[in-house]
């Protein structure tokens, strides 16, 4: 799943333990149209506009397949803009903990104050937990958020280009830095497969990255735009279709010269992190911050720059890759460059 590097505005409290989602072709496990709502039904789609400006239908009804992280963050802001809104999870244990997920962090936004009680309760209400991907056949939007893994997203989108009835559909991909074009030429309508990249944490982070492959048509960037714009109240960046995109392009190779520099000896991680905190007026130090994503996940997004790129800069450092093969991967495992208590 793409969990997402950026800066977080308010990291004091860790997340749950991130699941990379590995879906089939078709996923069982939960009932149909199972709900991990206490209302146990599907709340009917909000009543919108019956077009939008270039005469087609707004987007309404949304899929989200996986809900880690990454997954259940964009659920919750779909789900806030009274969305009809399907989270597909591989089993009804994973559905539970995707609801919980959500209904933690609305809990959040109540306690500070961002969110009134009856709004959170609105939102989860309005959320439906599904264990296969059929319950996605009627959606207008899909949003694939499962592992960093190209061959795990090139089946998803090959299974979703079977299940998604409407041929005008956009099928979206969250991934961090993973070709888009590949997972397009999965399907038979790579011309309605886009980038559509969150920032995590997604109920606080505003930015999406929107990115388009040689095939993604003008009409599909632009209703992704407008969707994550005006439905979802996003500040949205276009890049085309490069390992890293905008954002983790630039990012990606700061985080690993904080690495080098940590695993050469010359500064501690502590060191390291206070600097860049109290000398550049960063929010989180980059050590802190290579934590929050995910070890697993940058190296991943590592990965794919040099691949790509062939720049050493881009190369993952051998204490990252020695750190995730150790399963020393940050806050989600209460052990990476420095160590968390995983109560909180």
């Given at each position: 799943?793409?969990?997402?590097?950026?800066?977080?505005?308010?990291?004091?409290?860790?997340?749950?333990?991130?699941?990379?989602?590995?879906?089939?072709?078709?996923?069982?496990?939960?009932?149909?149209?199972?709900?991990?709502?206490?209302?146990?039904?599907?709340?009917?789609?909000?009543?919108?506009?019956?077009?939008?400006?270039?005469?087609?239908?707004?987007?309404?009804?949304?899929?989200?397949?996986?809900?880690?992280?990454?997954?259940?963050?964009?659920?919750?802001?779909?789900?806030?803009?009274?969305?009809?809104?399907?989270?597909?999870?591989?089993?009804?244990?994973?559905?539970?903990?995707?609801?919980?997920?959500?209904?933690?962090?609305?809990?959040?936004?109540?306690?500070?104050?961002?969110?009134?009680?009856?709004?959170?309760?609105?939102?989860?209400?309005?959320?439906?937990?599904?264990?296969?991907?059929?319950?996605?056949?009627?959606?207008?939007?899909?949003?694939?958020?499962?592992?960093?893994?190209?061959?795990?997203?090139?089946?998803?989108?090959?299974?979703?280009?079977?299940?998604?009835?409407?041929?005008?559909?956009?099928?979206?991909?969250?991934?961090?830095?993973?070709?888009?074009?590949?997972?397009?030429?999965?399907?038979?309508?790579?011309?309605?497969?886009?980038?559509?990249?969150?920032?995590?944490?997604v109920p606080v982070l505003p930015l999406v990255e929107v990115v388009s492959s040689l095939h993604t048509s003008r009409e599909t960037v632009g209703a992704v735009e407008a969707f994550a714009r005006d439905v979802l109240g996003r500040t949205v960046v276009h890049s085309t279709d490069r390992a890293g995109f905008v954002v983790n392009a630039l990012l990606v190779p700061y985080l690993l010269s904080a690495i080098r520099m940590t695993e050469s000896g010359f500064a501690t991680a502590t060191d390291v992190d206070t600097g860049m905190e109290l000398g550049c007026a960063h929010p989180m130090g980059p050590l802190?911050?290579?934590?929050?994503?995910?070890?697993?996940?940058?190296?991943?997004?590592?990965?794919?720059?040099?691949?790509?790129?062939?720049?050493?800069?881009?190369?993952?450092?051998?204490?990252?890759?020695?750190?995730?093969?150790?399963?020393?991967?940050?806050?989600?495992?209460?052990?990476?460059?420095?160590?968390?208590?995983?109560?909180?």
């Open positions: 799943m793409s969990t997402t590097a950026t800066t977080p505005r308010d990291p004091a409290r860790a997340a749950p333990a991130e699941r990379h989602d590995a879906f089939p072709a078709h996923v069982s496990g939960v009932p149909p149209h199972c709900d991990a709502s206490p209302r146990g039904h599907r709340a009917a789609a909000p009543q919108g506009p019956a077009e939008d400006a270039a005469g087609a239908a707004p987007i309404r009804r949304v899929g989200i397949v996986g809900g880690g992280r990454m997954g259940a963050g964009i659920a919750e802001v779909c789900a806030r803009a009274g969305l009809d809104t399907v989270v597909c999870e591989v089993d009804a244990g994973a559905a539970l903990a995707a609801r919980e997920r959500v209904a933690m962090s609305l809990e959040r936004a109540v306690q500070r104050g961002k969110l009134d009680r009856i709004s959170a309760e609105d939102a989860l209400a309005g959320l439906v937990f599904a264990g296969s991907l059929d319950e996605l056949a009627d959606r207008q939007l899909v949003v694939e958020a499962v592992t960093e893994n190209t061959a795990i997203k090139t089946e998803t989108f090959a299974a979703l280009d079977k299940i998604v009835e409407d041929p005008a559909a956009i099928l979206a991909t969250n991934t961090s830095s993973l070709p888009v074009m590949r997972l397009g030429m999965a399907t038979g309508r790579a011309d309605r497969v886009v980038g559509l990249h969150f920032f995590n944490p802190r911050l290579a934590d929050l994503i995910g070890l697993d996940t940058v190296a991943a997004i590592a990965e794919s720059l040099y691949d790509e790129f062939k720049e050493p800069l881009y190369a993952p450092p051998p204490l990252l890759s020695r750190m995730v093969q150790a399963g020393l991967l940050g806050r989600k495992s209460g052990r990476g460059f420095h160590t968390y208590d995983q109560g909180r």
